[in-house]
């Protein structure tokens, strides 16, 4: 309206006026776009969960909690599979926990800035997104191979060195997030550092550390593919780690993989549980993790 | 001993310090040295996964030299084992992969910083995290019983009709649609790899200082203008590690591929046949080789190719995702 824009008013406006409709349509349309891959990717999801639950629920019975396999057509469950999983999941958590917070107390506390650190934190990290097959594989090398077969031992240490990692980034993490100013306050009474991290580091990182853990359980307790090359499956009960272990995700691998519909169904009954422990397990850290504030 | 017994006086009462230093000594020794083997104990994992799969494969290099990485040949029978076919169908799938998921990962990220209420983050976040959760084999199941017989009888036949018809380029989607295949383990990669890379998008993006997105807004631009002039610039190089965290992911899934690839050791030049991955014969051809024989030392072999690719990927993108001064 001003002098200098006396030559072509309406045109100029017009021209804004076009170009901003447009910038708001493109808007729009990566808004909607944007929206649009949230519900797929959410959909996914709900796909998963519902295909698992309707072919789940369709298979499930009590029989499978209390019988072990049997060939097809003649019945059976999944009690072999549920117990060695549980067996070999409790164990390798037990080995492994120990071992990823003592990495995770040496990053945050003892090498935050060292060489040696760093290189650990990077190869920590690099075993965290590691294929697990890969785990397998070493695993039969150096178990399996030497000691005559496979055995619920060699599937346990594959699940732990899986876990490891995985409490290591959580410990390192949650360690980091403790003022210094505690820690020096604890050192002024005097207190020895190992004591320091013990009675006050890991006790406000508790609930951390506790999610660190159960998000590795969450992790290990679907894991197959390490499993076919240690432990690789038993059709019978057993208890025994030196021989061949039964384990769900393999149960579920084998049992879908066949042509009885029994089985399969089966396979879908297993694959509801594990998935209902996963994801669960993987809640409940969730949960854990936000009591501490 | 007597000097650790001696601790919680000496916390009580302040000794002089010198004391108080001394009667630490054992106990800080045992535990930093706990600490540190524990951390040495990840290194010499790293170290012996890398030498028992070179040693175990070594008999296969030996035989076949580098012909190994490039013959396309598998053949248990005649003794011919070679590898490419296998890292073909690797690469392939992981790629195809990231090139579906990366757009829906960027939705993802770009709804949960800058579009979705406040309420509804939380909740849909979690969501997106327990698709990484769901494990690889449950992954495998869907794929196979019910995504594939999708494509099978609607989608495959579809884009076989309309991209088929295009010269050159329809080639890849031609061919009979069998559901499995290169292009269904693709897409079942892609879902599983979105949760990963969505993730490391949305904690860059949200460390994007405020001000800037502001002054963008002050501007009078849109948020898609937004986030395409600031965010992005701002967050290129993280992003690019989010990306290879995906690829990492991708080039080493197991179970999923082996249901729904059709395991095939050959390359078809439409993307609908049948093919494998280093994973899926690892794990299809595992338990019919046995000890000692030249096909399980091909197989550990190529379980070391697998390790060197995904190795370097992983640590490119621990590289690109590091933590920089000033950001």
């Known amino acids: ?134 785990i397998g ?18 599937g ?45 580091c890991w006790r406000s990182a508790l609930n951390g550390i506790l999610t660190g853990i159960l998000l590795g359980i969450a992790r290990i307790a679907g894991e197959t593919a390490p499993l076919l090359f240690t432990s690789l499956g038993n059709n019978a009960f057993s208890t025994d780690l030196s021989r061949p ?15 009885y519909e029994d089985w399969i169904a089966m396979a879908w009954a297993g694959a509801l549980l594990t998935t209902a422990l996963v994801l669960g397990l993987n809640v409940l850290a969730r949960a854990v993790l936000k009591t501490r504030s | 001993m007597s000097q650790a017994t001696a601790l919680p006086d000496a916390m009580v009462t302040p000794p002089p310090a010198r004391q108080g230093k001394s009667a630490a000594s054992p106990g800080d020794a045992i535990f930093a040295a706990a600490c540190t083997a524990a951390g040495v104990f990840v290194l010499l994992l790293l170290g012996g996964i890398i030498v028992e799969l070179f040693i175990g494969g070594w ?20 003794q011919v084992f070679g590898a ?8 392939v799938t992981a790629v195809l992969a990231l090139l579906l998921a990366v757009p829906l990962a960027f939705g993802v990220a770009f709804y949960l910083t800058e579009l979705a209420p406040g309420w509804l983050r939380g909740p849909v976040g979690t969501a997106i995290e327990l698709l990484a959760a769901v494990p690889s084999i449950i992954y495998g199941m869907w794929g196979f019983f019910l995504l594939a017989p999708i494509m099978a009888s609607s989608v495959q036949p579809w884009m076989i009709d309309t991209i088929g018809e295009i010269p050159i380029f329809g080639e890849l989607f031609q061919g009979p649609a069998f559901g499995t295949g290169i292009f269904t383990a693709s897409l079942v990669l892609a879902i599983m790899v979105l949760p990963f890379i969505a993730a490391t998008m949305r904690d860059v993006f949200q460390q994007v200082p405020q001000v800037y997105k502001e002054s963008a807004y002050g501007l009078g631009a849109t948020t898609w203008e937004v986030v395409r002039g600031v965010v992005l610039p701002y967050t290129r190089v993280s992003v690019a590690g989010g990306i290879m965290l995906g690829l990492g992911r991708a080039l080493g899934e197991t179970m999923a591929v082996t ?59 621990r590289f690109l995702l590091r933590p920089r001064i000033g950001s």
């Open chain 2, 59 to 78: 008999p296969a290099f030996r035989e076949f030299g580098l012909g190994f990485v490039t013959g396309t040949v598998w053949n248990p029978v005649d």
């Open chain 1, 137 to 154: 594989l070493f695993v039969y090398q150096l178990l399996v191979v030497p000691f005559g077969g496979f055995s619920g031992w060699a």
């Open chain 1, 245 to 259: 272990f039964p384990s769900l995700p393999i149960a579920i691998y084998a049992y879908a993989a066949s042509p």
């Open chain 2, 84 to 91: 490419g076919v296998s890292i073909y169908g690797t690469l």
């Open chain 2, 259 to 317: 249901f729904v690839i059709g395991n095939a050791n050959r390359i078809s030049t439409s993307l609908f046949g049948p093919g494998n991955t280093i994973a899926s014969i690892v794990a299809l051809e595992f338990g019919e080789s046995e000890l000692g024989s030249l096909k399980l030392s091909a197989l550990l072999g190529l379980g070391f190719i697998l390790f060197v690719i995904s190795f370097l990927v992983l640590a490119a993108s």
């Open chain 1, 1 to 134: 309206m001003s002098a200098s824009s006396i030559g072509a008013p309406g045109r100029d406006r017009r021209t804004a006026l076009a170009l901003g409709r447009r910038r708001k349509r493109v808007d729009l349309l990566v808004r909607v776009l944007c929206c649009a891959a949230t519900v797929l990717a959410l959909g996914f999801l709900v796909s998963i969960l519902w295909l698992l639950t309707y072919r789940g629920f369709a298979a499930m019975d009590l029989s499978l909690f209390t019988t072990s396999t049997r060939p097809p057509g003649s019945g059976g469950g999944l009690l072999n599979a549920i117990v060695g999983s549980l067996i070999q999941v409790a164990i390798a958590t037990a080995l492994g926990t120990p071992i990823g917070m003592l990495v995770g107390t040496y990053l945050a506390e003892y090498a935050r800035t060292s060489q040696l650190g760093n290189v650990v934190r990077f190869v920590s990290d690099i075993l965290l997104s590691a294929p697990s097959i890969l």
């Open chain 1, 156 to 200: 346990v240490v594959a699940l732990s060195i899986i876990l490891v990692p995985v409490v290591v980034r959580t410990t390192e993490d949650m360690l980091r997030l403790i003022p210094d100013t505690l820690r020096e306050a604890v050192a002024g009474l005097g207190a020895p550092k190992w004591k320091m991290i013990v009675l006050v």
